[in-house]
């Protein structure tokens, strides 16, 4: 079992910076792999960023990639979102995943096991 609770969401405006964070609990944080998907109001829950659970490997949506970086310390059992060079598009409510699945990653979120509650992420000027 993994407890997930995001924070560090918030109000920026355009081309500033946030950085999220994913504080996890259970004895097991460490066997998971870890993600960060978005929902923007009517649309589906899109796929962010995943890591490895060594952290080694990196994954990223082509409308992130070069301004997102995930990355996880498992001593501190967090995950982290750094998000530059933020746009209005990048505007939702952003959720941490982990799951056990045995492929690299995954951008689907029904692979994941357990799930955040979402923090708030509002890009405007």
């Known amino acids: 079992q993994v407890q997930l609770v995001e924070s560090g969401g918030g109000l920026v405006q355009p081309g500033g910076s946030l950085r999220l964070s994913c504080a996890a609990s259970?004895?097991?944080?460490?066997?998971?792999?870890m993600g960060w998907f978005r929902q923007a109001p009517g649309k589906e829950r899109e796929f962010v960023a995943a890591?490895?659970?060594?952290?080694?490997?990196?994954y990223y949506a082509d409308s992130v990639k070069g301004r997102f970086t995930i990355s996880r310390d498992n001593a501190k059992r967090t995950v982290y979102l750094q998000m530059n060079s933020l746009k209005p598009e990048d505007t939702a409510v952003y959720y941490c995943?982990?799951?056990?699945?045995?492929?690299?990653?995954?951008?689907?979120?029904?692979?994941?096991?357990?799930w955040g509650q979402g923090t708030q992420v509002t890009v405007s000027s």
């Open positions: 995943a982990a799951g056990s699945f045995s492929a690299a990653y995954s951008y689907t979120p029904d692979y994941y096991n357990y």
């Open positions: 890591i490895s659970r060594s952290g080694g490997s990196t």
């Open positions: 259970g004895r097991t944080y460490s066997n998971y792999k």
